[in-house]
């Protein structure tokens, strides 16, 4: 039986597995920012154990309030800036040089293709985009990350959602997602992965496609993944180009973490998109969706 794009990634980065079904995981990148971050960093100096695992491994930002609003969001940058400081973490983007870290990050070239990432955020699954498996974790977890480098998770199963036809002018990644959303339900992908494939992927631009991965969570997914392919290689190219010969050498390097054509899925759905027109959200839950045309007069 072959494996998905997770089980994979699940399989080359296992450290251990201290109960049947909980993957403890080493970890490619710790990602973080000035709201979560700042609890973990407080809670392992009251522990002791102020230390980072590998400090060229975890990227900081400070993003959500910037400049600080108030003496409470300026402390939260603070603690995160003195810390970086102290264990000398040299990808930490203070005010002035930062940006939304979902965008970020990627752009830096943080994320490749078969990387385990984590962050204290839940739209870290956007990174899955470029065939990585990124997830967003509670304070405990972002510590451990932190200080050890792993990640415990139980192994999820993955949806495989086929997206064919073409997309009509005017519709976009966005619309597309939100109606996968509506039609999986806001509980529908929990505690598993949603994978990407077919045709209307495959001709996204990465920013396309971390549109989509970025709303996996809003359905209940772990992450959201795409397969990796020449338009990943073409967008990373500039920061791997000293590693591979060619784009067709770093493409075949990273062809080992697409799903096998013989993976089992716990479902597979199809979705021809022809049809699809411009979709809002309406409400108070994700899957709460419709046409636009519907929204007239509201």
């Known amino acids: 039986m072959g494996q998905t794009t997770a089980e994979k990634i699940f399989t080359a980065h296992l450290r251990d597995e201290p109960f049947p079904g909980t993957k403890v995981l080493d970890l490619d990148r710790v990602l973080c920012h000035e709201i ?40 939260q940058a603070k603690m995160l800036r003195d810390w970086a400081r102290r264990h000398e973490i040299k990808d930490f983007f203070d005010v002035g040089h930062n940006g939304v870290c979902h965008a970020l990050f990627p752009e830096k070239g943080y994320i490749r293709p078969g ?5 204290g955020d839940s739209h870290t699954c956007t990174h899955g985009a470029f065939g990585a498996f990124a997830a967003g974790v509670g304070t405990t977890d972002l510590e451990v990350g932190i200080l050890k480098g792993v990640c415990a998770f139980r192994e999820p199963k993955s ?20 109606y996968v ?18 045709p209307v992927v495959e001709a996204m631009s990465m920013d396309a496609r971390m549109t ?13 993944i795409c397969q990796p392919d020449m338009v990943t290689v073409d967008y990373l190219w ?16 990273y062809r080992q973490w697409c799903a096998d054509s013989d993976a089992d899925y716990d479902k ?31």
């Open 36 to 75: 979560t971050t700042p609890v973990a960093i407080a809670d392992l100096e009251l522990r002791g154990k102020d230390r980072v695992y590998d400090n060229t491994r975890i990227k900081a930002v400070i993003d959500h309030v910037t400049p600080s609003k108030d003496s409470k969001t300026a402390l």
């Open 115 to 119: 990387f385990t990432a984590i962050m």
């Open 159 to 178: 949806i495989r959602i086929n997206l064919t036809g073409s997309l009509a002018t005017g519709v976009y990644a966005k619309d597309v997602i939100l």
């Open 181 to 198: 959303i509506g039609q999986l339900g806001v509980n529908g992908a929990t505690d598993r992965v949603i994978e990407f494939h077919g």
């Open 212 to 224: 989509l991965c970025n709303m996996a969570i809003e359905a209940g997914g772990t992450s959201g």
């Open 238 to 253: 500039p920061f791997i180009e000293g590693e591979f010969a060619s784009k067709q050498a770093a493409l075949e390097e």
């Open 268 to 298: 597979v759905l199809d979705f021809d998109v022809t049809e699809l027109v411009p979709h809002v959200t309406y409400g108070y839950k994700p899957d709460c969706v419709k046409p636009v045309s519907e929204m007239a007069g509201t």
